[in-house]
């Protein structure tokens, strides 16, 4: 005879020590839970409202400097400190954690134009608009120390940007001209010219650092190759380009914060059309920074706000904007991926995070596991249009919501006219120009 | 002299006096009318020499001093002869470099150049990058693993042993140092003195081969021998043709791909121009060939050439007999074909000549035939012994006369041409001809009718009959192995094309490593909504309202409703009953009914129910007036009727509904409206069908319906980071390609 008996294994409902959370056999049959997407949806439309309440990005400011400020800089080692240098000649070094200055002290006559720290973080370079690059010890002098720089070197022409080499004592200078300069020398190394006009703004590329890019007061972006031959190539835009920022994990990719509201990224094999245009910027767009993943960046603008892109879209997912806050001359992302750094004309340097309503600090495992999955669902049912507008929803100051709509306008009209000419004449008379092939004039050899 | 006299000169002068002195001589030269351009003369010594200023030479061209002037002085002596011979000859060789080019010109190569490489260079982080791109989940900083994982392999097969007594004992005096080999390049061993010096020879000894072979191919293109060429030409088709038989056996479907490749070429000849006779070789062939036999001769063969060329491949297979014989003997079956004949009349010599070179010829082939078939009775009475089943394949019903028919089909690309010696000589050679002939039979099971020479064996009565019984079985045969390039081509088709496709879209883009997205979600690329708070909350009524205002459609609603009146169809019942139905007794019945339901009117009922949820939905009229404002307010105070007028917004009389035309039916409108806003209204970007799209929506990703591990996967997010960890950029070490 067979007798059925229920037998279970105690691992399956007892707990190994009381600390435990009690096991729960649930059966996952989907048969048993009809409201599966259901209960889902609502979950997700709680995590997304959840998700405005805690979007707090605002972190703290400091304040110190006298004058706008002009350039920030991260240290290369070290999360906690930040150089800025102001309109006034003035830099300073802060305590992030603190929201401390450590140091401060006039580098230049008139505006630093650029701050820089080399590789190791021991030496910090200062360029200003009295034609000197000066090198400071990161130390700060011991008392009774003057604060004098270790090198001066004076320059035949005049400086408006620095870059950094990422590992070798090396650093790139533009202005009239753009120069390589390595730390030990007091002469540039190299000097390229292409075209007379002067520039004002050169990148290191931090993947392949024989590449440079520069962009020019003749709308251009010109690359070099520091090694031996030189400039390579130009692209010429229909509005000059402010700021030029190669992504640190994608080689060939870089992006440039154009005048003309936009944002460009190029794919330096192809430099016929930008890879991606990213648009939303109502003002001249001023300063571009990449995360340290590569998957995003952050722009700065003359209107006032601050807007993060990821690299594949072609608009924001976020706008950080405060009343004080006036225009963004340069902002930084910090390379832990959790700040964003930025300094504007209003003295101030904003500390903000990277991603509004993300918690700070140690998570425990389970507040972490429910927070990736409120993530999750939001990404799944980012389509639906309940979770998608209250996930969009952002509040913008009167000027920006103004300039906004009356851009649209004005965009629109452009395409109602297009489509107009369209109809009214011969078909493949007036072809549709795609947004990517209507801002790159030329491409120079 | 005079150098050294200014030199002193100079000396005496101070400075003031050579400004002077400079002053005094322009004077001088200003007198005399005529400008004189100076000549740049180098004073200090800069870093940047202007190509402007250099200075040519003291005495001009006049004065330079060539080399020969200075061997000339090595003439005196015997034994500097001949380095002046030597200067002179190396002078002779020796070209002038051409001009540099123009400096923009230059340096825009220069750039287009640097910018392929360094485009080149970029290119291998293709792979990288795209791997980052699509994974679904990347862990910041990316360099860290890369860096630990060496160390842990060095000890990991001894974590596993059991240590024996004295082992740890021995590990207690000696403590083990742990050891962490991390190989760079810098650590590998340079090579030694003669390891360095044998890859030298090696290096060495490849360069010379690669001497030799360049100017034995330079020696090679200068032969003009005809023969020479053609002796090689016909090697290199033996050797072809035996890589292709090869294949043949080995790879059915690389053979297939490489007769494809034959066939083209044959095609591309065809619509070529060549052995088309009228080209210059040619003409002058023509003219040669009233005197010349050989000219002749190469004519006749051209257009055998030209018309095998011209004809469709399939035509091949029912070469001719005259086809097979040389190509050499192919003049004396010209005469309908012969284009000479067709359209310019031959002189009397001429046809002479053909007719003599014809009677020749059929003395020969005769002669040829008649020894062939004696050496092949004598190769079968060889091979007597051998299966006669074998001899039977073909022609199982005959074996009486023993006759032997020498057949070549037509080679299908213009230079797979044979000559009859080769076949001959083959026939002599092959003493065992029925081996051959099975392995004949396997080729063309294999393959189609294209290839070279073979034999067919046949035993027939007579003479007559053999031919026809030739032409059924190579029917026969043609049609079998044509099923099987048929099926064999089904069979390899496809994959072709795909393997084509695949070319071309390699062609076409450089490195396309795409891969497809591995966790589908919706993405929104779409600008944020962004809103001021002083934006008035606009009341939903009048939004509405307003909507519907703008919407309004001036249909004009219909006056006479046909439906007010309750119609009967007759239904007919399938008797057997002649249906005679007159009108008089519809309307009986209609009386009979409406008498029934006389007092309850069901229609009329209805429309006011509809007319009354038609209301129910309808927007009503909104008064804004303000009471007060303007004029005195107050309780009793009654506000202007113009104002009230004025100021209220009237909702339109008529709204389309969706049940307007459908009889007895009542939707309602408003119940969906609750879901509605939650539902989405098109497919998200990288979905393609509403299948799809629902499909992703309805898998639970949430541990309530799902076991933990599978949870744990699907809420991984797209993107962790260390706390307080520097990401660094990304490094050569990540480069999955590095020495490409």
Redesign the interface.
Known sequence: MKVKVISRNPDDYLRETKHDIHKVPRNYDPGLHPFEAAREYTRALNAVKLEKVFAKPFVGNLDGHRDGVSCISNHPKRLSVLISGAYDGEVRVWDLPQKLCLRNFVAHEGVVRGVIYNPSGNHFLTLGDDKTIKTWKTAAPQFGEEEEPVNTVISKTVLTGISHHVKDPVFATCGEICQVWEETRNEPVRTFEWGVDSLHDIAFNPVEPNLLASCASDRSIILYDTRDSGPLRKVVLKLRTNKICWNPMEAFIFTAANEDYNLYTFDTRNLKKPANVHMDHIGAVTYVDYAPTGREFVSGSYDKTIRIFETSKGHSREVYHTKRMQRITCVQWSLDNKYILNGSDEMNIRIWKARASEKLGPLKPREKAALNYSEALKEKYAAHPKIRRIARHRHVPKHVYNAQKELRTIRDKGKRKDANRRAHSKPGEVPHQPEREKHVLKEDH | MESDTSENYEDFYTEEDAQKHEKLVDKVLRLNKTQHIRKPSRTEPTLQISEFNLVKSSGGDKGSVEINDLTKSLRNRKSRLRISENVKRAHKASHTLPKPLEKPQAN?I??????E???L???R?EAT?TA??VSTN?S?P?NDDVKMDQKESENFASMWRVKSKLAEELEKHEPTVEEYHISLEQEEFPLTMKEMLARRKEAAKLRAYQGYKEAKARRQNKIKSKKYHRIQKREKIKKKLKEFEQLQKTNPEEALKKLEEIEKSRIEERFSLRHKSTGKWARNQQIRAKYDKESRQNLAQQLTLSRDLTQKSKTNGSSSEEEDEDVEKAPMGIDETNPWVNGVKPGKEVADFISGYRKYWLEQNKTAQKSDAEKTEDVLENSENVDSNLIKLDQPESNKNVLLKKKKQKVVTSDLSFDVEETVEKLEKDKKVPQKKKKQKRNEQMNNSKSTSEWEVSLVENGEAVEDMFKRAENKLKKKMLRNVKQLKKKLVPKTLAKLQREVAKDKVKVDLSLPIQKK??????????????EIRSNEELSNLKTILSSQTKQKPCDIDPEKYLKINPTNLATAIPNIVTNEEVDDQRAVISEAFEDDDIVDEFNKDKSNEADKDKPKNINLTLPGWGSWGGTGVKVNKRKKRRFTLKAPKKIPRKDDNKGFLIINESAQNKVK?????EV?FPFKTVKD?EA???A????????ETA??K??????T????????????DLLLNKNS
Do not use: C
């Open positions: 825009k220069r750039r287009t150049v640097a910018y490489k360094t485009r260079e970029l290119d982080w990058v980052n791109r990347l910041f990316l979600t919706p993405q929104i690329d779409e600008a944020l909504i962004e809103n001021i708070d002083a806003e939650h539902m989405v209204s998200p799209f992703s929506v309805r639970p990703i949430s541990n309530t319906f799902m076991p949870y744990k699907l809420i991984k997010p797209a993107v980071t260390k706390m307080g960890t520097i990401i660094e950029p990304m490094s050569k």
